[in-house]
């Protein structure tokens, strides 16, 4: 399917079309990653390349967990100041931590300990969140004392756009999208975009 016009709206709540990509992938251009993906991803000599074709494209994001050495801290400014419904967590022997549902997506924070030998570069996160009224939310955050880091502009022909740092130094996007971003994600889910009927249907 077609993304959105790049001349109206552009933005997902995670994700990015092509009005926004010039924002969100500059210094990640197409052959720096190629070149990233071969270091990491070294190639299987022919003999020992699996037979097994892969079941199924990935196309539904799960989860997205945030880790930090001062977990609190982050807490207090997503659920605060940005206003997601975080709540503290705790399953079986697994040390507290927050979470909530953003949409299909389980958003959490937990500690930089819960996650030993894991990386954790300050500001190697970039999130983007969707924004119904944006006037409203930037007096908001002057109010708080969060400086933008630059005011908002035009994103498209019908979107608005600003961004943050959390605590961590993680840039936060947000986007208050126009009415065309409504009716491309009414499209992706009459063509097979929507979690629960992907479900549904494949477990019939």
């Not at 992938?25 to 299987?44: N, Y």
């Not at 609190?72 to 659920?79: D, G, K, N």
């Not at 958003?107 to 924004?131: N, Q, R, W």
Request: aromatic share 8%; net charge negative.
């Amino acid at each position: 399917m077609d993304p959105p016009d790049p001349g109206s709206s552009s933005t997902i709540g995670f994700g990015v079309f092509e009005a926004g990509k010039a924002r969100h992938l500059r210094g990640h251009r197409a052959d720096t990653a190629a070149i990233e993906c071969d270091r990491l991803m070294p190639v299987r000599p022919k003999e020992a390349q699996m037979s097994v074709r892969r079941a199924e494209g990935l196309r539904f994001l799960s989860g997205i967990i945030l880790t930090s050495t001062d977990p609190t801290r982050l807490v207090a400014f997503y659920r605060d100041v940005l206003g997601l419904p975080l709540a503290d967590e705790r399953h079986g022997d697994s040390a507290p931590h927050w979470a909530c549902e953003l949409g299909d997506v389980h958003f959490a924070i937990h500690a930089a300990a819960d996650y030993p030998g894991e990386p954790t570069a300050v500001g190697s996160v970039k999130l983007a969140f969707m924004v119904f009224d944006l006037a409203p939310l930037v007096a908001w955050l002057a109010e708080s004392g969060v400086e933008l880091c630059y005011p908002p502009e035009e994103f498209g022909t019908e979107s608005r756009i600003t961004a943050v740092r959390d605590p961590d130094g993680n840039l936060v996007e947000l986007t208050e999208l126009g009415p065309s971003w409504l009716d491309h994600l009414r499209d992706h889910r009459a063509n097979g975009g929507d979690l629960v009927t992907h479900w549904t249907a494949r477990k019939r």
